[in-house]
């Protein structure tokens, strides 16, 4: 059966919300970017102020200039989660199948429905109805067989409409769009500017063979060349059903430097075990998901080997998975870790009773750079215990009264004494 899949896109979905809020912005430039930094980067930016040369990832101070009479609105992140759960709910009356790729841009398989809502075209547009009358907000939509060809077909529609490819006529609607429209194409390229290569349309990258691509773009090549000639076989995946627990940051300004992201990373650590501990669960699988400067995603996920709550030992593996996920050079403005696999059941005891740190003692410092007490992620068994004594004292002194060193680590100084020493 042919897939009938949408990608269901609000632009710029910060301002359209905040729009919504205050409609006395609406035809106005505005800026969506966090407060307190100099040198903080825009988040989103309006049709208004795009079409005055600003782009989100320019630096604040450079988008007033270039849009004077921008209106600057600091980010809500609050209030863009439920307004992004809001419409969530409403696609989820589609269809079962909804895939939320990232806030305001999200995917549908359609396929099957047709008794129900009709031809895909004819659903695409009541969905744009529905969102208009009942959210105030415009979307654009994309139909055609894949994610990744509706994506795109979302995306050069802007500001609002409804845009459906034929089935066999993917690589024919892609040829002529610039190549930075595909979704891989900045991770893909890396360090390789694709004018360089003679590579300005989607149509030049779909003419090169399967052995050019990989010798110019690497391992990525074949998979960018295929993007190129719109095929695309992942199928629409629901968020995972199964409870988890999430902690996220976004930075004031995009970071590149080790230690601030591991100490970031720490503080994420800390919230998502108190929060496990809370629960008397453990965590089975950690996912750990980076936001980049320039909007690329970056992920890297891991199986624990026995399921663990202990700040420790998930930071142990968190920044495993940082260093996996951080394969560009390219700073990070917002850092997501995922407890996923909760498991509530009984905890193997060891037969010989505690043992001691075994170079644990270093906590989130020695240990970690070996690797974990054993070697293997799991943790010394007075881990659990260190963590359970600083939730009662933060419970009964508040929150600042004990905190690991590695936490005031600072580009400039880097990780003090106390953060070599484990010590909190």
């Not at 930094?37 to 989103?44: H, I, P, T, W």
């Amino acid at each position: 059966m042919q897939r009938s899949i949408l990608c269901v896109d609000v632009p710029a979905f910060p301002v359209a919300v905040e729009r919504v809020v205050d409609p006395r912005l609406r035809g106005r430039p505005v800026l969506i970017a966090p407060t307190g930094s100099a040198r903080a980067l825009v988040l989103a930016a309006s049709d208004e102020a795009l079409r005055e040369g600003v782009w989100p990832g320019m630096p604040v101070p450079a988008a007033l200039r270039r849009c004077p009479g921008a209106v600057l609105k600091p980010a809500d992140d609050d209030l863009y989660r439920r307004a992004a759960a809001a419409v969530l709910g409403l696609l989820g009356g589609f269809t079962p199948l909804v895939e939320p790729q990232a806030r305001g841009r999200t995917f549908l398989d359609l396929t099957g429905t047709g008794r129900l809502f009709g031809q895909a075209p004819d659903a695409a547009a009541r969905i744009r109805r529905e969102i208009a009358q009942r959210l105030r907000l415009g979307a654009t939509v994309g139909v055609a067989t894949n994610k990744l060809v509706s994506r795109v077909a979302a995306r050069v529609i802007r500001p609002d409409g409804l845009y459906d490819i034929f089935p066999g006529a993917e690589a024919v609607f892609l040829a002529p769009l610039p190549v930075r429209v595909l979704p891989g194409a900045a991770a893909a390229a890396g360090d390789v500017r694709f004018e360089d290569l003679g590579i300005v349309r989607i149509g030049d990258l779909s003419g090169l063979s399967p052995e050019q691509a990989r010798l110019a773009f690497g391992r990525g090549g074949e998979r960018l060349r295929r993007q190129a000639c719109g095929i695309d076989e992942a199928p629409v995946r629901p968020p995972e059903r199964a409870p988890s627990v999430a902690e996220e940051e976004t930075l004031i300004e995009p970071v590149n430097d080790e230690a601030t992201l591991l100490a970031v990373l720490l503080g994420l650590c800390e919230r998502a075990g108190a929060r496990l501990r809370r629960q008397g669960t453990a965590a089975g699988r950690l996912r750990l998901t980076l936001r980049h400067a320039d909007d690329v995603v970056a992920r890297a996920e891991e199986t624990l080997r026995a399921p663990e709550s202990a700040d420790i030992v998930l930071f142990e593996r968190a920044r495993v998975l940082l260093g996996r996920a951080r394969a560009r050079r390219v700073a990070v403005r917002w850092i997501e870790l995922r407890a996923l696999a909760l498991d509530r059941g009984p905890r193997q005891l060891e037969l010989f009773g505690p043992r001691a740190f075994e170079g644990a003692g270093a906590g989130p410092g020695a240990a970690v750079r070996e690797g974990g007490a054993d070697g293997n992620g799991t943790a010394p068994a007075g881990a659990g215990r260190v963590a359970e004594a600083i939730d009662r004292i933060r419970g009964r002194f508040g929150a600042a009264a004990i905190a690991w060193g590695r936490r005031f680590a600072s580009p400039v100084t880097g990780a003090g004494a106390a953060a070599d020493a484990g010590e909190p």
